[in-house]
């Protein structure tokens, strides 16, 4: 496994992506985790953050194709599958492919479409493909659904099925910047302009190369079982309505590889299980009626603070 290729890689993308959007590299950095294990990601913030931004600046970053969805409460899902339609020249009906059929697919304000055509994104999320009047279509490699979501007490939103948000692998937020961050943006060219010229800074060997690679990254018992403590916690202590899901777990596991791969490392480490557990896991976990993503993550990190962190030996 060669580690060099990976904090190079790790460095590239995130100072590219930070030309758009300042003091965001954890965030850019678990975007990439994500990218690697081949999981999709849901950013959840106020508008104005600039989660659309970010997302729109990675995808440039890694390269590939992009499209870009705005959901609304009138989007069909066959506006994101495709449609077959009758061509009067040739008399035969033709497969259009709808924008799911690129690598990189932004789906901008997510919870404004209805549960119908959220459900749309299921099958491809999960099994790369999909089914249009019978027809199977795969989808291309790397694919990566990169969602945004407007809190949920906003007017005019559909909450996400349980069942799409455990596909997502990570729930981030971006919060705001400090006050020398956006002092830094008043004084620059606006995000828009220097995204406009953003480049492609890996090539697709490169690529992939980490999106496999990772998964020679060791993890020592002793980790896997923190690792299940944690998960296991969630399903037996009082005040979780139901816990995280096996999907959860291979999927805090992958992510720990790959970050771990990232910083330059050929083992995990707990600390990268605590690290990632909020985003990994927060949104597969149910806390009944009042459950947000601040209280979730709140709860998590309550639970990750419960529970003891190994110590591993030198070996």
């Known amino acids: 496994m060669n580690t060099a290729a990976f904090t190079a890689y790790r460095e590239k993308v995130v100072s590219n992506c930070a030309r758009v959007i300042v003091g965001k590299e954890d965030a850019t950095e678990k975007i990439l985790v994500s990218f690697l294990c ?75 479409a209805t549960p119908r055509t959220q459900s749309a994104l299921l099958e491809a999320m999960e099994e790369r493909q999909i089914t249009v009047d019978g027809v199977t279509s795969r989808l291309a490699e790397p694919f990566m659904v990169l969602a945004t979501q407007n809190p949920l007490e906003s007017f005019g939103t559909f909450p996400l099925p349980d069942a799409q948000m455990d596909r997502f692998f990570m729930r981030l937020s971006l919060g705001y910047m400090t006050r020398e961050q ?54 037996t202590q009082s005040g979780f309505v139901s816990g995280v899901s096996t999907r959860g777990a291979l999927a805090l596991y992958q992510a720990a590889q790959a970050y771990a791969s990232l910083q330059g490392r050929e083992y995990v480490i707990p600390e990268d299980i605590k690290g990632l557990a909020p985003a990994v896991l927060s949104h597969r976990i149910s806390l009944g009626s009042s459950m947000n993503a601040e209280a979730a993550a709140l709860r998590m990190r309550k639970l990750l603070a419960e529970i003891t962190v190994p110590l591993e030996s030198a070996e």
């Open 182 to 235: 956006e002092l830094e943006v008043l004084s620059r060219p606006s995000a828009q302009t220097v995204l406009n010229e953003l480049q492609a800074v890996v090539t697709p060997e490169e690529t992939a190369y980490v999106r496999t690679a990772y998964r020679e990254v060791k993890v020592s018992e002793e980790v896997k079982h923190y690792l299940m403590d944690i998960v296991e916690a969630t399903r």
């Open 38 to 112: 081949g999981g999709h990601v849901l950013l959840e913030d106020k508008p104005g953050t600039g989660k659309t931004m970010l997302l729109r600046a990675f995808a440039r970053t890694v390269g590939g194709g992009f499209k870009r969805v705005q959901f609304t409460p009138d989007l069909l899902p066959s506006d994101l599958t495709g449609i077959n339609f009758y061509n009067q020249k040739s008399g035969e009906f033709e497969f259009r492919p709808g924008p799911l059929f690129t690598n990189f697919v932004l789906a901008d304000e997510i919870n404004r």
